[in-house]
């Protein structure tokens, strides 16, 4: 078929006497191979090992009419794919996810998430590094996406996931578009774009969109004369396109791309030869073999899916009935442990109940005992009532004599306190009279006429005696060692809150009062010893 040139081909004309090394891939290719002669026999570089880039010269206009055979429709799958993956062919992102997931399932087959777990991708190369770039998304939620639309594509082959491709790809802009640069008449840059439709003239800017285009059913002549090239539309009144390309392998080219795609534009609209038709008969008679194969397939796996249904459904229920046999045994055995526990309970309540009754029969003894008694101490009974008046009497006495001496301990409590605070201003007093009169006066050196110290009730409220003022004299120096104590023990805790602060200080901010007290503090004067000192 003339659209596919790889299936065309033959490999008699790779033949050579000496071997060679070969690798075939599918490119896009930029010359003819002539098939009058060998392939090494082209003008191509004579290095070993040589390689080679078959892939189809024309695209189909309809991809599900025209391809006919499985190793046709697969080769030009791979150059098409390749095509979109290169950026050669333009693919929107969305357009290009969709395409990502039929292409998987071309090779993994249906989606199973037993098999295909996440991370199944990492090494595949399914979109165009422009949409990836376009978007922050990380391979993993490429990969997701992806698989999303994979999942829903189970149940079809291999063939139809890349036919389904196929039928996308087909409807983006630049597919089957050869683009070449060119100049019109006016010497203004376009691209010319050749493709199963007809020739579009294109802003080199815009591969998408042409600004204008000729189908083939339009066109009535194409001639290339030299370097310039002339379309005349079937409508005579129309103006003639003229351009012109500046190299002339590239002439050659475009008028070999035109010829041939015009050819099949007009081939496709007319009844198919008998090879074609032949062609296509074998090609549906094998796909509805294939299809009945696959029925086949799909009834058989259905089958044995259904009967490892089955057989995992008796296998649950064959370990569920297991498990009630077990528990059943064990519901046995706990009743049978119960029942030899109800008998034991049931032996020790009739050797309770006896004992019990043993014990109903001492109590009633008892009773009668108690009764025998009871009436024998009915005369004891009222000797008690009358020792317990008694008794109750003498704790009525008893409780008022002591509320009698607790009053009575107040009191006295009273006349201590009384005490306490004469004895205190008594002390005091002591204390003015010793400090206004340092010197001790005695008995004789007093003038007959002095002053009397036998103080009335209205100075203090008793007279002292020597062993008051010794007394008195040692509670005096007494309370002064304990001052001392305390002011000494007050003293070091002030030091060393002072040593703990004086890294904080600044002097700057000193007060004099504080400059004259730490002057004060350094030559160890004190308030008690400026005291003593102006005492």
């Known amino acids: 078929m003339a659209s596919v040139l ?21 490119v896009t290719m930029d010359a003819d191979l002539e098939f009058s002669c060998e392939v090494l026999d082209h003008d191509m570089p004579k290095e070993e090992p040589i390689v080679f880039h078959f892939l189809a010269k024309f695209y189909p206009e309809n991809v599900e009419d025209e391809l006919v055979q499985d190793i046709t429709q697969h080769l030009f799958f791979l150059q098409v794919k390749t095509s979109i993956l290169e950026e050669e062919i333009y693919c929107p992102p969305e357009a290009s996810v969709l395409l990502a997931s039929y292409a998987i399932h071309a090779k993994y087959g249906d989606y199973d998430p037993n098999v295909h777990k ?6 595949e190369e399914l979109l165009p590094k422009r949409v990836i770039n376009l978007y922050q998304m990380t391979a993993e939620m490429w990969e997701e996406r992806i698989t999303v639309c994979y999942a829903e594509h189970r149940g079809r082959t291999r063939d139809e996931a890349e036919m389904e491709y ?35 003239i294109y802003d ?14 339009e066109i009535r002549n194409i001639s290339y004369s030299d370097k310039e090239f002339a379309i005349k539309p079937l409508d005579k009144r129309a103006d003639v396109f003229k351009f012109n390309s500046s190299k002339l392998r590239v002439n050659k080219l475009i008028l070999q791309l035109c010829i041939g795609n015009h050819d099949l534009f007009m081939r496709r609209r007319r009844v198919d030869s008998l090879e074609v038709q032949q062609m296509k008969m074998q090609a549906r008679e094998e796909k509805a073999r294939k299809q009945m194969e696959r029925r086949r397939l799909e009834r058989e796996k259905q089958l044995r899916e259904e009967a490892e249904r089955a057989r995992d459904d008796l296998e649950r229920r064959l370990i569920q009935l297991q498990d009630e046999a077990h528990m059943a045994n064990e519901a046995l055995l706990r009743s049978e442990e119960t029942a030899d526990l109800l008998a034991e309970k049931a032996q020790i309540a ?14 009633e003894q008892e009773m009668r005992r108690i009764k025998v008694t009871a009436i024998r101490t009915e005369e004891e009974k009222r000797l008690m009532e009358q020792k317990m008046l008694e008794a109750e009497m003498l704790a009525l006495k008893m409780a008022e004599e002591s509320e009698r001496r607790a009053n009575e301990a107040d009191q006295l409590k009273q006349d201590l306190q009384e005490a306490r605070e004469s004895e205190r201003k008594a002390k005091n007093k002591l204390l003015e009279i010793t400090s206004k009169s340092p010197v001790p006066l005695s008995a004789n050196a ?19 005696k020597d062993t008051d003022m010794k007394r008195l004299s040692m509670e005096i120096e007494k309370e ?3 001052y001392m104590e ?4 007050l003293q070091e805790q002030l030091n060393e809150l002072k040593t703990e602060i004086e890294s904080l200080k600044l002097k700057e901010r000193e007060t004099p009062l504080d400059i004259l007290h730490n002057e004060n503090t350094e030559k160890g004067t004190s308030k008690q010893s400026n005291f003593k000192k102006v005492g």
Do not use: C
């Open 6 to 26: 790889a299936s065309k081909m033959g490999l008699n004309s790779l033949r050579r006497k000496q071997a060679k090394t070969f690798s075939v891939t599918v």
């Open 118 to 123: 996440p991370g199944f991708l990492s090494q």
């Open 166 to 200: 196929l039928k996308i790809a087909q409807d983006l802009e630049m597919y089957g578009v050869n683009y070449f640069s060119i100049r019109n008449k006016k010497g203004t840059s376009l691209l010319l774009g050749v493709d199963a439709l007809g020739l579009h």
């Open 204 to 217: 080199p800017s815009n591969k998408l969109t042409p600004k204008i285009s000729f189908p083939w059913n």
């Open 350 to 363: 009739e050797e309770e109940a006896k004992l019990l009754a043993q014990k109903a029969a001492e109590a």
């Open 446 to 464: 007093l003038p007959p006429d002095g002053p009397n110290f036998n103080f009335s009730m209205e100075n203090l409220s008793f007279d002292f």
């Open 480 to 482: 002064k060692v304990e």
């Open 486 to 489: 305390k002011s000494k023990h």
